[in-house]
T-cell receptor
């Protein structure tokens, strides 16, 4: 079982719709979770992080964390064509000197004008 | 603006010819990471420095080495590049020890091996 699992997509949504991206993880002890956006040929860009159960909102983005179900999601409201990218889910594993960011393979989002 | 800078943006090397990729940061972060990302794959951690302490991943080939001469700079050396080493190499930095850690990436170096 992969440590971080995502559906590779593509997830296609019309402009203005809500895009829902999902991620599951295997290590129940994981505490910190991140969503990165990566445009083709570019480096990952941090867009959201979440550490506590529940929802965290930032503009059009909402991250949701359910530690009991080992599930993290990202909602993008009013999706725009410029949101079309690969969204990488990641968790911080380890502690102290050995922290490592472990990524899923990403979900490709395509927002149709 | 404080940032993570990688040079060069594109690097072409020949099979077996040593190559060095560089990363610098103005964030004064104490951790610097090197990731390898191949097409349609997740970024894969190669190693990282926490201050001067080097932490190698168990599955990182010996062909890959790293140097961190000071806080601001970190280098990735590939001693004898093979065709399978063609990838995007990502440098990231973070501040560890002051609460929840977040990684910030440079723009990456796309390495081609001929």
């Amino acid at each position: 079982q992969k440590e971080v699992e995502q559906n590779s997509g593509p997830l296609s949504v019309p402009e203005g719709a809500i895009a829902s991206l999902n991620c599951t993880y295997s290590d129940r002890g994981s505490q910190s979770f991140f969503w990165y956006r990566q445009y083709s040929g570019k480096s990952p860009e941090l867009i959201m992080f979440i550490y506590s159960n529940g929802d965290k909102e930032d503009g059009r983005f909402t991250a949701q964390l359910n530690k009991a179900s080992q599930y993290v999601s990202l909602l993008i409201r009013d999706s725009q064509p410029s949101d079309s990218a690969t969204y990488l889910c990641a968790l911080l594993r380890g502690g102290g000197a050995t922290n490592k960011l472990i990524f899923g393979t990403g979900t490709l989002l395509a927002v149709q004008p | 603006d404080a940032m993570v800078i990688q040079n060069p943006r594109y690097q072409v090397t020949q099979f077996g010819k040593p190559v060095t990729l560089s990363c610098s940061q103005t964030l004064n972060h104490n951790v610097m990471y090197w990731y390898q990302q191949k097409s349609s794959q997740a970024p894969k951690l190669l190693f990282h420095y926490y201050d001067k302490d080097f932490n190698n991943e168990a599955d990182t080939p010996d062909n890959f080495q790293s140097r961190r001469p000071n806080t601001s700079f970190c280098f990735l050396d590939i001693r004898s590049p093979g065709l399978g080493d063609a990838a995007m190499y990502l440098c990231a930095t973070s501040r560890r020890g002051q609460g929840n850690e977040k990684l910030f990436f440079g723009s990456g170096t796309q390495l081609s091996v001929l």
